[in-house]
């Protein structure tokens, strides 16, 4: 009986796994199975784990998809996607900021925001910092550093002293800014939807400021002006990626920054709390990340068709102030708010119909 099960088996498991028939088997005089010749060995059934995929298989597809998709996907596709994730991890550092308030000097705060920033950025840079700090542009690079600081200066200082959503909404001015450097400047080719988008963007933008006299301080101008150097970072960034790397770019910004901080922060120096220590660290973070992610996101797509993105900061501007600063939005910036979405909406649509082209971006 066990003589009849063993020769049943191989059969039962050719079956299972579909590769063969079950074939009878001869026995010899003594009851036993022949051996089988050597020039054809029988074949041994696979295990039935192997015809189901594993776990790790089906995450190794997953990954290989993504990674097909990617490179698949048009220039201001890629750059919509760096563009979104910035604005999200750039709404917890404006957070960040609005907590600490006066508590520490703005120049202290950017200035321990800056040393760990380019720490983390040396970090990854690994082996490869030396030629991090090879440029065919020191002039740019030193231009583009000062006016980071200009419009840190002026933003952070507005978005400090007035309501999340109304310093969000006068800073959108840079989306014009923006379209009409990326003209003049940067020679690209603005179509008449985008063309559009933007400019109902900023129109919701002005529904929500409803601009009135006594709407207009020295805080709400510091905005403007934040957009305004904000456009030139764009601009810069865009030309700089055609020949420098990111990790370059944010090397000679932190060098910049440092130098020009150095004596202020020195001088108005105030030592931090354990509380505060833990906010300026995240706030550092969050910027380090969030500033590479927005350099990618203008090195590879046009920074015509990404600028009216950037409208999408005015609902996290919206989410964060209401529940973590109790600001109740107004009917004219939900409003406002619903026009925002729709170009944002549209304009990651006409992105994704883009057909891939040349790249432009910098070395990895």
Same mark, same amino acid.
């Given at each position: 009986?066990?003589?009849?099960?063993?020769?049943?088996?191989?059969?039962?498991?050719?079956?299972?796994?579909?590769?063969?028939?079950?074939?009878?088997?001869?026995?010899?005089?003594?009851?036993?199975?022949?051996?089988?010749?050597?020039?054809?060995?029988?074949?041994?059934?696979?295990?039935?784990?192997?015809?189901?995929?594993?776990?790790?298989?089906?995450?190794?597809?997953?990954?290989?998809?993504?990674?097909?998709?990617?490179?698949?996907?048009?220039?201001?596709?890629?750059?919509?996607?760096?563009?979104?994730?910035?604005?999200?991890?750039? &709404?917890?550092?404006? /957070?960040?900021?609005?907590? @600490?308030?006066?508590?520490? $000097?703005?120049? *202290?705060? #950017?200035? =321990?925001?800056?040393?760990?920033?380019?720490?983390?950025?040396?970090?990854?840079?690994?082996?490869?910092?030396?030629?991090?700090?090879?440029?065919?542009?020191?002039?740019?690079?030193?231009?583009?550093?000062?006016?980071?600081?200009?419009?840190?200066?002026?933003?952070?200082?507005?978005?400090?002293?007035?309501?999340?959503?109304?310093?969000?909404?006068?800073?959108?001015?840079?989306?014009?800014?923006?379209?009409?450097?990326?003209?003049?400047?940067?020679?690209?080719?603005?179509?008449?939807?985008?063309?559009? &988008?933007?400019?109902? /963007?900023?129109?919701?933008? @002005?529904?929500?400021?409803? $601009?009135?006299? *006594?709407? #207009?301080? =020295?805080?709400?101008?510091?905005?403007?002006?934040?957009?305004?150097?904000?456009?030139?970072?764009?601009?810069?960034?865009?030309?700089?990626?055609?020949?420098?790397?990111?990790?370059?770019?944010?090397?000679?910004?932190?060098?910049?920054?440092?130098?020009?901080?150095?004596?202020?922060?020195?001088?108005?120096?105030?030592?931090?709390?354990?509380?505060?220590?833990?906010?300026?660290?995240?706030?550092?973070?969050?910027?380090?990340?969030?500033?590479?992610?927005?350099?990618?996101?203008?090195?590879?797509?046009? &920074?015509?068709?990404?600028?009216?993105?950037?409208?999408?900061?005015?609902?996290?501007?919206?989410?964060?102030?209401?529940?973590?600063?109790?600001?109740?939005?107004?009917?004219?910036?939900?409003?406002?708010?619903?026009?925002?979405?729709?170009?944002?909406?549209?304009?990651?649509?006409?992105?994704?119909?883009?057909?891939?082209?040349?790249?432009?971006?910098?070395?990895?």
């Amino acid at each position: 009986m066990s003589e009849d099960r063993l020769s049943e088996a191989p059969g039962r498991g050719s079956e299972a796994i579909g590769l063969a028939e079950a074939l009878p088997v001869a026995t010899d005089e003594d009851g036993s199975p022949p051996e089988p010749p050597e020039s054809h060995p029988p074949e041994r059934p696979l295990p039935l784990v192997l015809a189901t995929p594993s776990h790790e298989g089906w995450l190794a597809a997953r990954r290989n998809r993504s990674r097909l998709w990617w490179r698949r996907a048009s220039p201001n596709l890629r750059g919509t996607v760096y563009m979104i994730t910035a604005l999200l991890v750039y &709404a917890v550092m404006v /957070g960040a900021f609005k907590h @600490l308030g006066t508590a520490i $000097p703005l120049v *202290e705060t #950017l200035m =321990i925001r800056q040393i760990i920033m380019s720490a983390v950025v040396c970090i990854i840079a690994g082996r490869s910092l030396p030629l991090a700090f090879k440029t065919d542009r020191p002039g740019l690079q030193i231009f583009r550093g000062l006016i980071t600081l200009a419009s840190m200066l002026c933003g952070f200082s507005a978005l400090i002293h007035i309501p999340l959503a109304q310093a969000t909404a006068i800073s959108f001015s840079q989306v014009l800014f923006v379209t009409v450097a990326a003209v003049l400047i940067l020679k690209e080719r603005v179509d008449a939807a985008r063309w559009i &988008a933007t400019i109902l /963007g900023f129109l919701g933008v @002005l529904i929500m400021l409803n $601009p009135s006299a *006594e709407g #207009l301080n =020295i805080w709400a101008l510091m905005s403007v002006g934040g957009a305004l150097f904000g456009a030139g970072i764009t601009v810069s960034v865009r030309i700089l990626g055609t020949s420098e790397r990111t990790e370059t770019i944010l090397i000679y910004q932190g060098l910049v920054l440092m130098i020009v901080l150095a004596w202020p922060a020195f001088a108005f120096w105030v030592w931090p709390t354990p509380e505060q220590w833990f906010w300026l660290v995240l706030l550092s973070l969050f910027g380090t990340a969030g500033q590479w992610l927005i350099t990618k996101a203008y090195q590879v797509g046009e &920074a015509a068709a990404l600028a009216p993105l950037d409208f999408s900061r005015l609902i996290l501007a919206g989410f964060t102030g209401f529940i973590f600063f109790s600001e109740v939005p107004t009917a004219t910036t939900l409003i406002g708010a619903a026009i925002v979405i729709g170009a944002t909406l549209y304009t990651m649509r006409r992105n994704a119909r883009g057909r891939p082209g040349s790249d432009l971006s910098s070395p990895p």
